[in-house]
């Protein structure tokens, strides 16, 4: 196995672990001044077999995201991709933000995995013991003790291929949806820069401000 070549290994550990169904786990927007975050995933069982084609979104160009979004759609057993506007991560961080569409993906699925795999070494997902000390602040979503068990892998996007296909549908939606508020509000260039800190959105912000669409509690260029 390559970095850019992912594969069923890991969710076929915990299947054999006694998992029904696996659910890989990728978000995109974590890092962007305006949008908002959102969270992919893709839910595998023991019939599925390594999508070709399918790597991490980064490593992809749009239109290769795009031709495989209707693959991985048809190939997994079921799939989401929840958001959390930048309202929402404004008041209750960034973290959070990220547990908050992720709840809101598994909680639509047609069928809830068993198990998780989450990029990364921290796991996000899972929420805190101490939540319930603010559970009157928190969107009623956060306040659920549903979650399941979370498995997290360093660069799971490059190796595990529900994973990669979860950060491409994340990507593909996404994309989409700052090409639409692009069409809104063309000021900040967001159908190129996608919400990200690129010269022209730095520029746009200095010149314009920020718009409703802006994460206006972090320390945006003015």
């Known amino acids: 196995m390559t970095a850019t070549s992912p594969s069923l290994r890991l969710e076929r550990h915990l299947l054999r672990a006694g998992a029904t169904c696996v659910a890989g786990i990728d978000e995109v927007g974590r890092g962007a001044l305006s949008g908002p975050v959102s969270v992919g995933v893709v839910v595998v069982d ?6 070709a084609g399918v790597r991490d979104s980064k ?8 031709d495989l979004a209707p693959r991985i759609r048809a190939w997994a057993v079921c ?23 992720a709840m809101r993906a598994l909680g639509s699925l047609s069928t809830p995995p ?3 795999i989450l990029d990364g070494r921290h796991d996000w997902l899972t929420p805190p013991a101490q939540a319930s000390l603010l559970d009157g602040d928190l969107p009623h979503e956060l306040v659920s003790d549903s979650c ?3 498995t997290t892998q360093v660069k799971a ?4 291929t529900s994973v990669a296909a979860a950060s491409i549908l994340a990507k593909v939606e996404r994309d989409a949806l700052m090409a639409g508020l692009h069409e809104q509000d063309p000021r900040y260039g967001w159908r190129e820069n996608k919400g990200y800190a690129s010269p022209d959105h730095v520029d746009a912000l200095r010149r314009w401000g920020p718009s409703d669409h802006h994460r206006r509690s972090w320390d945006l260029p003015g």
């Open 46 to 51: 023991a019939r599925r077999r390594a999508l």
């Open 59 to 66: 490593l992809l160009q749009p239109s290769v995201r795009e």
């Open 79 to 101: 799939h989401a991709v929840g958001h959390a506007g930048p309202g929402e991560i404004d008041a209750i961080g960034i973290i959070a933000a990220l547990r908050l569409a």
């Open 114 to 116: 068993d198990a998780v």
């Open 148 to 150: 399941p068990p979370v």
């Open 157 to 160: 996007d490059l190796t595990c």
